[in-house]
């Protein structure tokens, strides 16, 4: 995660076509950071590509039942996260390990047939909620902040410290929502539905919600979130 939220822009550079990356497990989310590993050809040539142009990729979220097609074009859901490379490291061997930080949402409005092995994609990008944010949404995140605060507290390993810098006041609530979002132990499908939702209101209602879940279950379980995440992989 990072805490310079203002430069989260597109280049003004930027085309509106985006190089797809289908996963089938991970939904990315504007401000957050999440390292990958990939190792297989079509995305590799993908990273070769964004490293020598505009840097960008987008993670779009497999629909179930991909399986069989995951080798061609499996189905995909329309919203994506426009993600920025921030670091790699390119191994002996062509893999790459690197830090993608979500940029913004975009929606695919058609695909776009190209002589590369990857996909690729023309997207309407989604406008952030504007300021000033309304009060009574104000009270709403402040509510959903100690929410998540309280339940960081559960799980001694959580630098809680770290944690409330990161979620501090200055942040904007957009933000907020879908950091915490992403960091929520919740299925992929609730995740892209919060992903997917064109007002901060839905956000914060789905968000809440599962929150309050989270709150009620017995105190003893798993941790959390990992933090930083895990490499995912394609």
């Not at 939220?5 to 076509?17: A, H, K, N, R, Y």
């Not at 505009?54 to 995951?70: F, N, R």
């Not at 996909?119 to 300021?131: K, N, Y």
């Not at 919060?194 to 379980?221: C, F, M, P, W, Y």
Request: charge should be neutral; charged fraction near 20%.
């Amino acid at each position: 995660m990072s805490g310079d939220f203002e430069s989260l822009q597109l280049p003004t550079c930027f085309s509106g076509v985006v190089r797809l990356f289908p996963l089938p497990n991970l939904v990315l989310f504007p401000a957050v950071i999440q390292p990958l590993h990939i190792f297989e050809p079509r995305y590799r040539q993908m990273i070769e590509d964004a490293l020598a142009a505009d840097e960008l990729i987008a993670v779009a979220l497999m629909k179930p039942g991909w399986e069989p097609q995951y080798e061609q074009r499996p189905s995909i859901h329309r919203t994506v996260c426009i993600g920025r490379i921030m670091t790699y490291t390119k191994l002996e061997d062509g893999r790459y390990n690197l830090l993608l930080q979500g940029i913004q949402r975009g929606k695919i409005t058609r695909e776009v047939a190209a002589d590369r092995l990857y996909r690729l994609a023309e997207v309407r990008t989604l406008e952030v909620t504007p300021d000033p944010v309304p009060p009574a949404l104000t009270l709403f995140g402040q509510q959903v902040r100690k929410q998540f605060i309280a339940l960081c507290q559960r799980d001694a390993a959580m630098d809680l410290e770290s944690i409330q810098c990161l979620l501090g006041n200055s942040v904007r609530l957009e933000l907020l929502i879908d950091m915490i979002a992403f960091s929520l132990p919740m299925a992929t499908a609730i995740k892209q539905s919060i992903l997917d939702a064109d007002d901060l209101t839905t956000r914060l209602e789905i968000v809440s919600r599962h929150l309050n879940r989270q709150l009620n279950q017995a105190k003893t379980g798993p941790p959390l979130y990992a933090f930083p995440p895990c490499f995912s992989s394609n």
